[in-house]
């Protein structure tokens, strides 16, 4: 199915320069499954996590390729692309936290109302109610020759087209 799109690199965006959130997922839930094992309250959410990490870096990545914002997310080798904003209030999901679903499955959470998509399917869980709300899922992956992330499209962006008759 991938082989249908095109795929767009960011030039500055390297894989390996992309915050891992698979461990800081697992440690958080460490920390909660052992809360009896420290006296420091573990962090009620991932990014309070973030704040103990050594870069300081509490998101994703946004991008703006073949004339659409994005949002890039890297879970162990895997890599996920969304729309940048929100479809609720325009809320920037690429400073949202990534949590992981009971299914194990892993969402994000707009910063600004706490509404929740998943990154395969762009599906809205929170709130109840909204299934009809979506955001736009964009194929991502790494070239590994030099580790550029690439998004992939249906098509070109229309502003690579003019309307002029030459």
């Known amino acids: 199915m991938n082989a ?11 894989f390996n320069d992309l915050k891992n ?33 050594e870069d300081g870096r509490r998101e ?3 991008t703006e390729v073949n004339g659409n914002r994005v949002a890039i997310f890297r879970h162990g080798k895997n890599l996920f692309g969304i729309q940048a904003n929100c479809p609720h209030a325009g ?11 009971p299914d194990g499955s892993l969402c994000i959470r707009c910063p600004w109302h706490s509404w929740c998509f998943q ?9 109840s109610g909204q299934n009809d709300v979506t955001v736009t899922v964009y194929p991502v992956h790494r070239r590994k020759s030099d580790q550029a992330v690439l998004v992939g499209f249906d098509s070109f962006h229309k502003k690579y087209f003019s309307d002029r008759d030459f």
């Open 60 to 62: 994703g990545n946004v």
């Open 4 to 14: 249908e799109k095109l795929f767009f690199p960011d030039p500055q965006m390297r």
């Open 21 to 53: 959130w698979e461990p800081l997922l697992k440690d958080q839930e460490k920390k909660r499954s052992s809360s009896s094992a420290s006296p420091k309250k573990p962090p009620t959410t991932l990014r309070e996590s973030f704040e103990s990490d």
């Open 119 to 127: 990154l395969s399917t762009g599906k809205c869980i929170w709130p």
């Open 91 to 101: 809320g920037p999901l690429y400073k949202g936290d990534i949590e992981e679903l």
